[in-house]
T-cell receptor, first 112, second 112 residues
Framework: QKEVEQDPGPLSVPEGAIVSLNCTYS??????FMWYRQYSRKGPELLMY????GNKEDGRFTAQVDKSSKYISLFIRDSQPSDSATYLC????????????FGPGTSLSVIP | EAGVAQSPRYKIIEKRQSVAFWCNPI?????LYWYQQILGQGPKLLIQ????????DSQLPKDRFSAERLKGVDSTLKIQPAKLEDSAVYLC??????????FGPGTRLTVL
C-alpha cells in the first residue's frame, strides 16, 4: 500500500461547479497536510497548509482533514477555468520539518 | 519578492554523461529541498537541507547523485553518470516555515 493515494482523474467539471478532491493515507504519524496546485510545466504552488484535524477555508478553497479516517479533502467552490491544473496532496510527520510525502496528483479541467 | 530560481530550464544528455542543476532559493529561507518529479507522479524528495546541513537524504541515490548547499544559500544537484530512468523534472523548493514555501519552475532533464 502506498503511503499516500489519490485518484489521478482526469476530472472534468463545468464552470461554477463545486469540486471535491480527496486523498487517503496510511501513516497515522502524519500531522501536517498540504494541497498544491501545479499548472503544466510549472512548479507546484502551495494552496493550503493545515495542522491536525479540522477545516480550513481560504477564499473559494476549503481543506478538510479527518485523521480518524486518514482522509483529507480539498473543495473548490465556484470553479473557474483558471483552476484547471493538477492538484497534489502532501503530508508530513511530527514536525513541520519532517519529510513531505506527495500523492500522485489529480488532473482537473474546468470547462467554460 | 523574487521567487526560487533554477537553471537550466531544460537539459538533454546521453546516458552515462554527467549533469548539474543550480538553485537559488528565496532570501532568508533556511530550508531547501530538491525533488524529482517523474511524469504523472507527485514529487519525490531527494534531499532536504537546513541551512547548509543535510536533514534528509534517505531517497537520494548516492552512488550517482550528489548535492551541496553553498554557505546555506545556493544549491547544486549533480548526477554522474546519468541513467535513462533519471529523465524527470528536478524541482527546488525553499521554505521559511508555515505556508511560506515556494517551488522553482524546475529543470526538465531528458536522458537519451
Amino acid at each position: 500500500q502506498k503511503e499516500v493515494e489519490q485518484d489521478p482523474g482526469p476530472l472534468s467539471v463545468p464552470e461554477g461547479a463545486i469540486v471535491s478532491l480527496n486523498c487517503t493515507y496510511s501513516n497515522s504519524a502524519f500531522q501536517y497536510f498540504m494541497w498544491y496546485r501545479q499548472y503544466s510545466r510549472k512548479g507546484p504552488e502551495l494552496l493550503m497548509y493545515t495542522y491536525s484535524s479540522g477545516n480550513k477555508e481560504d477564499g473559494r478553497f476549503t481543506a478538510q482533514v479527518d485523521k480518524s479516517s486518514k482522509y483529507i479533502s480539498l473543495f473548490i467552490r465556484d470553479s473557474q477555468p483558471s483552476d484547471s491544473a493538477t492538484y497534489l496532496c502532501a503530508m508530513s510527520g511530527q514536525t513541520s520539518y519532517d519529510k513531505v510525502i506527495f500523492g500522485p496528483g489529480t488532473s482537473l479541467s474546468v470547462i467554460p | 519578492e523574487a521567487g526560487v530560481a533554477q537553471s537550466p530550464r531544460y537539459k538533454i544528455i546521453e546516458k552515462r554523461q554527467s549533469v548539474a542543476f543550480w538553485c537559488n532559493p528565496i532570501s532568508g529561507h533556511a530550508t531547501l529541498y530538491w525533488y524529482q518529479q517523474i511524469l504523472g507522479q507527485g514529487p519525490k524528495l531527494l534531499i532536504q537541507f537546513q541551512n547548509n546541513g543535510v536533514v534528509d537524504d534517505s531517497q537520494l541515490p548516492k552512488d550517482r547523485f550528489s548535492a551541496e548547499r553553498l554557505k546555506g544559500v545556493d544549491s547544486t544537484l549533480k548526477i554522474q553518470p546519468a541513467k535513462l530512468e533519471d529523465s524527470a523534472v528536478y524541482l527546488c523548493a525553499s521554505w521559511a516555515g508555515g505556508n511560506e514555501q515556494f517551488f522553482g519552475p524546475g529543470t526538465r532533464l531528458t536522458v537519451l
